[in-house]
């Protein structure tokens, strides 16, 4: 399968701080990268869908300019969580789409665990 | 846009029985149906999937078997053990390219 790496796997901050998680595809070029958070207990929410060179789309409910995207190549993409508050922490995770893929399969990075005090 | 719901939220079951989820979706547009398990603070590892031109896949002890006219879906554990026990989410998409939706999650606990 393919490999995904996130960075940091986990962060601690000060409330009012901002954060930034990278994730890449390493073996693999990624057209589309889909970000995730899980609270704790829950579900995988998609956050925003980012297409390489393009602004990324944020789903009903998330802040675009508290959580900014960059996709700006086909093996990287960030999320910065800007003035981090504590109900910010969550388990942020990034998922790229095969470039050219014909199926659906979806590969995750590790998680970034994200604690705001 | 999708939604997709699972049951139970929770699940309990003795070790060797077999243990069932089931999911249902809305959007009968969608056509490829995830499993996947994650153990705590890591990533959702898939165990299964299957295809909306598929009625059932089987993968040793795990199986999922897909209802399109009636849009569900549900994971067939059998002999389950302990190192079963993890939360299960299903899922669903309709096309390469778009984001999975995910249930709620099934805790699902196997005792010895």
């Known amino acids: 399968g393919a490999v995904v790496s996130q960075h940091p796997s986990w962060v601690i901050c000060k409330s009012g701080t901002s954060v930034k998680i990278e994730c890449r595809s390493l073996?693999?070029?990624?057209?589309?990268m889909f970000w995730y958070r899980q609270f704790p207990k829950q579900s995988l929410m998609l956050m925003a869908t980012?297409?390489?060179?393009?602004?990324?789309?944020?789903e009903q409910g998330v802040e675009k300019d508290k959580f900014l995207i960059n996709h700006a190549s086909l093996t990287l993409s960030t999320l910065t969580v800007t003035s981090a508050h504590p109900e910010d922490s969550s388990f942020y995770i990034c998922?790229?789409?095969?470039?050219?893929?014909?199926?659906?399969?979806?590969?995750f990075g590790p998680g970034t665990r994200l604690t705001v005090l | 846009g999708e939604n997709v719901e699972q049951h139970p939220s929770t699940l309990s079951v003795q070790e060797g029985d077999s243990a069932v989820i089931k999911c249902t979706y809305s959007?009968?547009?969608?056509?490829?149906f995830p499993w996947y398990k994650q153990e705590l603070g890591k990533r959702p590892q898939l165990i299964i999937d299957?295809?909306?031109?598929?009625g059932e896949k089987k993968d040793q002890r795990i199986a999922v078997t897909l209802n399109k006219t009636a849009k569900h879906f549900s994971l067939h554990i059998t002999e389950t053990q302990p190192e079963d026990s993890a939360v299960y989410f299903c899922?669903?998409?309709?096309?390469?390219?778009?984001?999975?939706?995910f249930g709620k999650g099934t805790t699902l606990s196997v005792s010895s």
């Open positions: 899922a669903a998409t309709y096309q390469a390219g778009t984001a999975l939706i």
């Open positions: 959007d009968s547009a969608s056509n490829y």
């Open positions: 073996d693999f070029q990624a057209t589309t």
């Open positions: 299957i295809r909306s031109n598929v």
């Open positions: 980012s297409n390489e060179g393009s602004k990324a789309t944020y």
């Open positions: 998922s790229p789409n095969v470039a050219g893929g014909s199926y659906n399969e979806q590969f």
